[in-house]
């Protein structure tokens, strides 16, 4: 596609439901970012992909939460037994290593997931 | 660790005027700093970024910013802001090892007034 995709864009659950939400990334994108979005705050890494490998994951909250990429393109992140505190926008990036004028690869972002936990 | 730093929630400015967003951030090598721009519902949309080289960086729809090592500042500047412009703007700074993720400021919401 164009860009970065996720869906739902708006998903509710009551406590302790599990959630699951997926990201499309640009077609042929190697990497992958999670990003956590805390009303009134800026982005927080929460985990890192390079193809199906998790590299990074540093940034979970808990161990609630989960993110697989099987075949290397479609993310999931999944969150157990959903906290009111959950409650944020979760966005994802994706970026390719010849995408770059410089050292750093940009990352594209999705429009986020808006996850409210009642 | 790094860190961003924009110390202004809230400015609102009228259609027209300069304007400039500040940024300081703490690392502790040469940073690769970056600003997004967020507006209601859609993804984050860089602007510009700085990795080295010329201080003054141009970015997009007219922004530019400029990195000042010594104040540990990279504060984004527009000379004429249009109406259009009114969204959440992130500075960030990049992290150079591992997953290269991004740190990003709490951001700052730029309304414009007529």
């Known amino acids: 596609g164009a860009g970065v995709s996720q869906s739902p864009r708006y998903k509710v659950a009551k406590r302790g439901q599990d959630v699951a939400l997926r990201c499309d990334p640009i077609?042929?994108?190697?990497?992958l970012f999670w990003y956590q979005q805390a009303l009134g705050q800026g982005p927080e890494f929460l985990t890192y992909f390079q193809n199906e490998a998790q590299l990074d994951k540093s940034g979970l909250p808990s161990d609630r939460f989960f993110a697989e990429r099987p075949e290397g393109s479609v993310s999931t992140l999944k969150i157990q037994r959903t906290q009111q505190e959950d409650s944020a926008v979760y966005l994802c990036?994706?970026?390719?290593?010849?995408?770059?004028?410089?050292?750093?690869?940009?990352?594209?972002f999705g429009p986020g997931t808006r996850l409210t936990v009642l | 660790a790094q860190s961003v730093t924009q110390p202004d929630i809230h400015i609102t400015v009228s259609e027209g005027a300069s304007l400039e967003l500040r940024c300081n951030y703490s690392?502790?090598?040469?940073?690769?700093l970056f600003w997004y721009v967020q507006s209601p519902g859609q993804g984050l949309q860089l602007l510009l970024k700085y990795f080295s080289g010329d201080t003054l960086v141009q970015g997009i729809k007219g922004f530019e910013a400029e990195f000042k090592r010594s104040q540990s500042s990279f504060n984004l500047r527009k000379p004429s802001v249009h109406w259009s412009d009114a969204a959440e703007y992130f500075c960030?700074?990049?992290?150079?090892?591992?997953?290269?993720?991004?740190?990003f400021g709490t951001g700052t919401r730029l309304t414009v007034i007529p």
């Open positions: 990036a994706s970026s390719h290593p010849e995408i770059t004028s410089g050292p750093y690869n940009e990352q594209f």
């Open positions: 690392y502790g090598a040469t940073p690769y």
């Open positions: 077609s042929g994108h190697v990497s």
């Open positions: 960030a700074v990049g992290a150079s090892t591992g997953a290269n993720n991004l740190f």
